[in-house]
């Protein structure tokens, strides 16, 4: 195995994450407008389908997270991934070249045919087979990204602390790309050429990514995390009468050579976790109550009553970043709502420029993602610099500070969204038109805010995510990180769907629903998700923001020795 790949394999790697983002996100740009033009899928369904598709697709990173820690390595399942994904692409570009795919085209706005079971069911197959790539690409991309940098040398850490942001960066380009000239001719030219060129770069980033193959530096297996914080807990509970007191010194499973108590080879690299005292309960697992927990070898008889110190502390780190967890969802439910609800608004305002030229409603999220590219190049390139030239030291904004902002801006997102569209319906209703005479150039403000919320909370929480972790449980980082993004769609679709039931209750207008965003009250609604934005930034600033790092060390143990006498329990402490 290479110690230090050179530079062009790191190249290949960033081709396929820049091909690949170009392809998937192409689709998830313009699917609202693709499903209520092509589909006339209306209101609460549309938003449902776009929703739940989306959640599934970073749900499903979690499994992608075990098959890779646990079986087969970060390397293939992306290879896997990303064969589902050009797979799924080439579906969904067949439902837009089969007529015979599609319910018939609306004659007028207010009657149009919906698409028949047999035919959802094909476009919910290529829809599916997305997901399927999603979940092995999403956690294992920036996680085998990070594999190739050394981070025992100072060098190769000064480098990863910049890894995250300039992936962000890399891949907001290849949107940007996707957004204009893809989003373009998907909705102004043809549909199939639109999806066929996202098909076309998926089957050349696979190239480019086996071209890479004999330089990568790979990391083996080391286990199931899930599997290991299911024995830790079984562990904690089965000795849940052991009272810790630093008056009874008692012995830990924690096995010098680092070993795991899977059958998967360990990673010499991997650094080792010093021993917290925060959430004592959990140190229980590993306490060693008698000598038959051992084997001759030293290793514990049954892994469900004896865990090992490495073990509990991975299971530490992981229960540690739960509070800031909840605070990333709470954002991510406002960045939802510009692809869905923030579309819909694009499509019923004014987008023409001259007689000939229509901006496609897809385009919106343009500004999203410059507004990130920009604050992320002026952050490296020149806050951080200039800085450190001043203070003569490190002067990166801290992780709070990039949270909390990120909150603080998702509130006025969608505030500005709420004030918007109340002008746009008014306008509309007054003109008696379906689209407002307003410009759609008044959504600009609402999605530059959703692209700040993603550029400070997003890349914060997921190199949090990502710091936090040892470096075997990468991928879990990513897949946790993808976790709270699909639990947020849920989560907004199931605010939707409250909000829709309960407005249009005893006979009154529901404020969502419907085909027409001027029969509705969207206004409102952006008010009451700006209401749940607050609550969360009192929770962050109250609660979350006091998280506590995990030390990692590559020398020097702290941890508790493995002792040759293990001393007398208490008589009632006996373990249950």
Not at 251 to 259: G, K, T, V
Request: glycine share 8%; net charge neutral.
């Amino acid at each position: 195995m290479e110690e230090d790949p050179p530079p062009p394999p790191h190249r290949k790697a960033g081709g396929n994450e820049s091909f690949e983002k170009l392809a998937s996100m192409s689709l998830i740009a313009n699917i609202t407008v693709y499903l209520r033009t092509n589909y006339n899928m209306e209101g609460i369904l549309l938003v449902n389908v776009v929703t739940i598709w989306s959640g599934t697709s970073n749900l499903a990173s979690l499994a992608g997270a075990i098959v890779s820690d646990a079986y087969v390595g970060r390397f293939l399942t992306l290879l896997f991934g990303s064969i589902a994904s050009f797979l799924g692409m080439g579906t969904v570009t067949l439902t837009a070249g089969i007529p015979q795919l599609r319910p018939p085209t609306c004659q007028e706005e207010s009657h149009c045919l919906q698409p028949q079971m047999w035919q959802l069911g094909f476009l919910f197959t290529g829809l599916g087979l997305l997901v399927i790539g999603a979940g092995g690409i999403r956690p294992c991309n920036i996680a085998f990204g990070a594999d190739q940098f050394d981070t025992t040398t100072e060098k190769g850490k000064a480098q990863l602390q910049s890894f995250f942001n300039w992936w962000y960066f890399s891949f907001t380009i290849a949107l940007f790309i996707a957004l204009t000239v893809v989003v373009y001719i998907q909705t102004n030219v043809s549909w199939v050429l639109g999806f066929a060129i996202p098909t076309a770069c998926l089957a050349f980033s696979i190239f480019i990514f086996l071209l890479g193959r004999h330089f990568y530096i790979y990391k083996n297996p080391q286990g199931s995390i899930f599997v290991d914080m299911s024995k830790v807990i079984t562990a904690a509970l089965r000795k849940r009468r052991i009272i810790l007191s630093p008056t009874c010194k008692y012995s830990f499973y924690d096995p010098l050579n680092n070993e795991s108590d899977s059958d998967s080879e360990s990673d010499p690299k991997v650094a080792e976790l010093t021993h917290t005292h925060r959430f004592k309960f959990l140190d229980k697992a590993a306490i060693i109550i008698s000598p038959n927990e051992l084997n001759s070898e030293g290793k514990p008889i049954n892994s469900w009553k004896l865990c090992s110190v490495q073990q509990v502390e991975h299971f530490k780190c992981l229960v540690g970043i739960v509070p800031v967890w909840f605070s990333g969802i709470g954002c991510f439910i406002v960045m939802d709502q510009m692809g869905t609800f923030g579309v819909l608004q694009a499509i019923q305002m004014n987008n023409s420029i001259g007689k000939h030229f229509k901006i496609p409603p897809g385009w919106m999220g343009i500004s999203s993602m410059i507004a990130l590219a920009i604050w992320i190049f002026i952050y490296e390139r020149l806050y951080i610099p200039l800085m450190k030239k001043i203070f003569q030291r490190e002067a990166r904004l801290t992780l709070q500070q990039r949270i909390g902002t990120g909150i603080v801006i998702s509130i006025l997102c969608v505030l500005v969204a709420g004030v918007v569209e109340r002008q746009r319906r008014e306008s509309a209703l007054k003109q008696g038109s379906f689209a407002s005479p307003i410009f759609v150039a008044l959504l600009v403000p609402q999605f530059i805010l959703s692209g700040l919320t993603e550029a400070f909370a997003a890349v914060a929480i997921m190199e949090f995510y990502s710091t936090q972790m040892p470096e075997s449980m990468r991928s879990i980082a990513g897949s946790i990180f993808f976790l709270s993004l699909s639990i947020a769609s849920y989560l907004s679709t199931l605010i939707v769907n409250l909000i829709h039931s309960t407005s249009g209750s005893n006979g009154r207008s529901p404020w969502l629903g419907g085909h027409d965003l001027n029969m509705n009250r969207l206004d409102y609604y952006y008010y009451v998700i700006a209401s749940l934005g607050a609550i969360n930034l009192i929770y962050f600033t109250c609660f979350a923001r006091h998280y506590v790092f995990c030390e990692k060390v590559n020398s020097g143990r702290e941890l508790p020795q493995l002792k040759k006498s293990i001393p007398d329990l208490p008589k009632n402490q006996d373990e249950e």
